[in-house]
Structures are given as C-alpha cells and as structure tokens.
C-alpha cells in the first residue's frame, strides 16, 4: 500500500472548517483514499473514501487532486466533539485481507 | 455505537500470566480482525479472521493467538504476558473477505495492562 505523509498535529477554531492535508505521492491508480478517525482511547471510525472524484457525506468533504497525489479532508463546521486523530490510509479496493495500515495521523485540536 | 462488542473492556494482570480477550462482530459480518495499539507503536494490525479460518496474519507474536468460533464471535489468547503487552486491543468487523468500501467497524477495545 502507498505511504502517507500527514502533518503531525494541527488545531482549529470551533465552528470553522478544518481542513485536514494528506500527501500520497506515490499513489497507484487502483488505490482509494480512505480517512478514519480516533477520538481519545476509542475505537477507529471510518468517515470517507474516495478515488478520484471529490466526495461528501454527513459526515465531512474529501477533496482529491487531479494528480491524486494529495487530498484534503474537510469538517465543514469543527465542534469540540471532532477533537481526535485522523488517519489517512490508501489502499487498493479490493485489497486481499481487507486490513488497513495506520500511520501516525494528524491530532486535530479543536478549540472553542 | 458500532455494533462490535469487545469484553472485558480493562484487564489487569500480572507478567507471565496468560489472558483471553472476546470480540462479538457486528450481526451479519463475517471478517474479525485484531489490533494492537500501545502508546509507541500506534495501531498495529494483528490477524483477520474470516467464517472461521485465518485471512491474513501482521505483526502478531508467537505468544498470541486468536481464533474465530462457528458463532463468529473471536478470541484473542495472549500468554506469557510481558510489560511491553500493555496496550488497547481492539477488534474489528466487516461484512466479508474483501469489503469494497473499504470499512471496517470497530469495537471499544480492551485495555490490558500488564504489571
């Protein structure tokens, strides 16, 4: 699977957007852009995937580049509750195993 | 509330002792799997179950095993604990082998702590 590279921690206003960076430089075509969270000692939640094209839920935004060497996660309105780790993870689709590899992710500080 | 239930949610024990951790996959899925994540090594994954059978192994000691019953509910056995065993362990589920989109749901965790 492609190595992610994310900033090691970063803080926001709540109420703003928090947009989250993840560089995957060496990307494949057939990996997806996976984003999950951890909020404190809790088990990892899945938020979005992606491919290529940008997508939302109900959860947040997820911006790809044309190149798909990068992607942004966006919380659109950042509450206290969305204090965690965010991990991004690629992964082929239908990767044999179906695991997935955490990295370090990005602590995210949301601040009232 | 994922639907993935892990017991006992904290565990106290001492080295050398052997414990057993019970993971009960949402209704319906298949696939179990096991973390490790301890303060340095982060979230490691450990094995994958799937109807019963081994899927994939990772970073798992000999001293670990784990095993998936016909009810599909999973064990993780860990023996001849040693302090740097302490960790959250967490399980998770899927519907099968090879989920397209890519989700897994995750339990609580169990937090051992080996003294």
């Known amino acids: 699977d492609a190595k992610t590279t994310q900033p090691t921690s970063m803080d926001c206003a709540e109420g703003r957007a928090a947009n989250l960076p993840c560089n995957h430089s060496?990307?494949?075509?057939?990996?997806?852009v996976y984003w999950y969270r951890q909020i404190h000692s809790q088990g990892p939640q899945y938020i979005i995937h992606?491919?290529?094209n940008n997508e939302t839920n109900e959860m947040a935004s997820l911006i790809i580049t044309e190149d798909r060497k990068s992607s942004t996660l966006i919380l659109p309105h950042a509450t206290l509750r969305d204090t965690a780790v965010y991990y991004c993870?690629?992964?082929?689709?239908?990767?044999?195993?179906?695991?997935?590899?955490f990295g370090g992710g990005t602590r995210l500080m949301v601040k009232p | 509330d994922s639907g993935v239930t892990q017991t006992p949610k904290h565990l106290i024990t001492a080295t050398g002792q052997r414990v057993t951790l019970r993971c009960s996959p949402r209704?319906?899925?298949?696939?179990v799997y096991w973390y490790q994540q301890s303060l340095d090594q982060g979230l490691q994954f450990l094995i994958q179950?799937?109807?019963?059978?081994?899927?994939a192994k990772g970073n798992i000691l000999e001293r670990f095993s784990a095993q998936q019953f016909p009810d599909l509910h999973s064990e993780l056995n860990l023996s001849s604990l040693e302090l740097g065993d302490s960790a959250l362990y967490f399980c998770?589920?899927?519907?099968?082998?090879?989920?397209?989109?890519?989700?897994?749901?995750f339990g609580e965790g169990s937090r051992l702590t080996v003294l």
């Open positions: 998770a589920s899927s519907v099968g082998v090879e989920v397209y989109t890519g989700e897994l749901f």
């Open positions: 060496t990307i494949s075509g057939n990996e997806y």
């Open positions: 992606g491919l290529k």
């Open positions: 993870i690629v992964r082929p689709y239908n990767n044999a195993g179906n695991m997935l590899t």
């Open positions: 209704s319906g899925d298949l696939s």
């Open positions: 179950y799937y109807n019963g059978e081994e899927r």
